[in-house]
């Protein structure tokens, strides 16, 4: 059984391909978001390609007996998108840690009340590991060796700026 992590997919989210530069838009949209900034009107084929690729890459990497850990920010306010979400991976469960574009309500009502909260811990071979949403400097037993796994910073330069390899935070 394998352990997988992610987070931001923002499944069924138009404006985080622009905003993040996804690589979905076509070329009239990439025109568009050149011209308008990152809030172009982009089609729905571009966001379900989007949420096809998202699918399929965590479906490629986990199966059906694997776990899905997301830090937050699963899919865009609509709980129709978000059951959705959940019904084409085919992981055996998914625990979130709730970030700032989720319902709280919609997201126990898709992963259950036990899967779902604000920040929680895990052991995977001995190695602890805190899931939050947001980055920080000081979290639970960091002085103890366990990492902080968080989402919230979009594309790879804000991540960057963002982890500290020195005191486990990525």
């Not at 602890?128 to 366990?146: C, K, L, M, N, T």
């Amino acid at each position: 059984r394998k352990i997988g992590c992610t987070s931001d997919t923002h499944f069924g989210h138009a404006n985080i391909i622009s905003y993040c530069l996804r690589p979905f838009a076509t070329p009239e949209e990439r025109e568009a978001m050149a011209r308008e900034g990152d809030r172009p009107k982009l089609s729905r084929e571009t966001v379900a390609r989007q949420n096809d690729a998202l699918v399929a890459g965590i479906n490629h990497v986990l199966g059906p007996e694997d776990v899905l850990i997301h830090a937050g920010d699963v899919a865009w306010r609509d709980l129709a998108t978000l059951r959705e979400f959940r019904d084409r991976l085919v992981v055996r469960e998914i625990y979130v840690a709730i970030g700032n574009h989720d319902v709280e309500d919609e997201l126990v009502a898709v992963f259950g009340r036990d899967n779902v909260t604000e920040r929680f811990m895990v052991e995977v071979g001995g190695q602890r590991a805190v899931i939050d949403h947001y980055p920080g400097y000081s979290w639970q037993e960091s002085h103890r060796g366990a990492w902080l796994l968080f989402g919230h910073v979009h594309g790879a330069e804000n991540a960057l700026r963002r982890q500290d390899p020195d005191r486990k935070s990525v």
